[in-house]
């Protein structure tokens, strides 16, 4: 009898442990996968931002890159701060789609956003900090021409190396462009940006002149911004310009990349208030097509 109950006793004690085991191991497995999936699971949803300077007064400039590919295009609003609200706005939407349908952004590519350039412009307009929508923005466009420049009076898209001169031109007006070209923390921080990250090609989003304009310095517009210009142009609907006519401008960020070899547009919106998403939209998943291959 006291043989047989220790058989027993042995027996149930090993297929307790063998049945233990199988359901620690199990949870140690599932715990396993939930720890070491979490993080690519994120990824794929979330961008990473980062920041790339300081402005004037001391706000970050934030950059967010969606996608893991090598292939890097970048989009830029707000270069032209509160006064070209819109296009931060335009940034926004493009954040958000690409955070709902990563699946869109092709394999090879990734995608950086740059929402504002001048952020102290947008702030001084708009009376916050951060994400903002059109109902912080005023409805009298004269109180959002001195969010144009930044907080030391300089327009940044006059302040990067190409032709640099003193002062420039926006419209009729003659504007300052800083002491030297980069002289201003926010071009500057977009320079270093530039130099580190290896772009196949830059957007900026300005309004209103309604266009998709060519970039160029020295040598003439390059093949790739010419690619970069139809492409857009023709998905979204703007009109392609080959160069901007209506007034003379130099030290243009877009200009310089063309003088380190970066094609690089300047998509013109067609109003100061709109931000033409259903144009816009198909002239992004066009470059995205055409940079696939
Ligand atoms: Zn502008």
């Not at 990473?48 to 893991?68: C, D, H, M, N, P």
């Not at 335009?90 to 350039?117: F, G, H, Q, R, W």
């Not at 900090?129 to 144009?148: A, L, M, S, Y």
Request: aromatic share 10%.
């Amino acid at each position: 009898m006291r043989a047989d109950f220790s058989k027993k006793t042995v027996s149930v004690i090993i297929i307790m442990i063998i049945i233990i085991s199988g359901i620690l191991a199990f949870v140690i497995y599932q715990n396993g996968k939930k720890i070491v999936s979490a993080p690519v699971e994120i990824n794929t949803t979330s961008p990473q931002k980062s920041v790339i300077g300081l402005s004037v007064q001391g706000r970050e400039i934030e950059a967010f890159t969606y996608g893991k590919g090598s292939t890097t295009l970048a989009f830029v609003g707000g270069i032209h701060g509160g006064y070209e609200w819109n296009s931060v706005l335009l940034t926004y939407k493009l954040m958000d789609y690409l955070e709902a349908n990563p699946e869109t952004i092709p394999k090879n590519i990734s995608v950086i956003v740059i929402p504002a350039l001048n952020v102290d412009g947008v702030s001084k307009v708009v009376g916050k900090d951060g994400r903002f929508t059109v109902t912080d923005v005023p409805n009298d466009i004269e109180q959002t021409k001195v969010g144009r420049f930044n907080m030391a009076g300089v327009d940044l898209n006059r302040n990067f190396d190409c032709s640099w001169q003193a002062t420039s031109t926006w419209q009729s007006k003659i504007v300052s462009a800083g002491k030297f070209a980069f002289s201003e923390p926010e071009a500057k921080a977009f320079k270093n940006f530039v130099l580190k990250n290896n772009l196949s090609a830059v957007v900026f989003w300005h309004s209103q002149s309604n266009g998709v304009y060519a970039s160029m310095c020295q040598n003439g517009i390059l093949p790739g911004t010419l690619d970069l210009m139809n492409t857009y142009a023709k998905a979204s609907g703007y009109p392609a310009q080959k160069s901007f006519d209506s007034y003379a401008i130099t030290g243009a960020a877009d200009d310089w990349l063309a003088s380190i070899n970066i094609p690089a547009v300047s998509v013109e919106l067609k109003t100061h208030e709109s931000i033409e998403w259903d144009k816009n939209l198909p002239g992004i998943l066009a470059l995205f097509k055409y940079y696939t291959k």
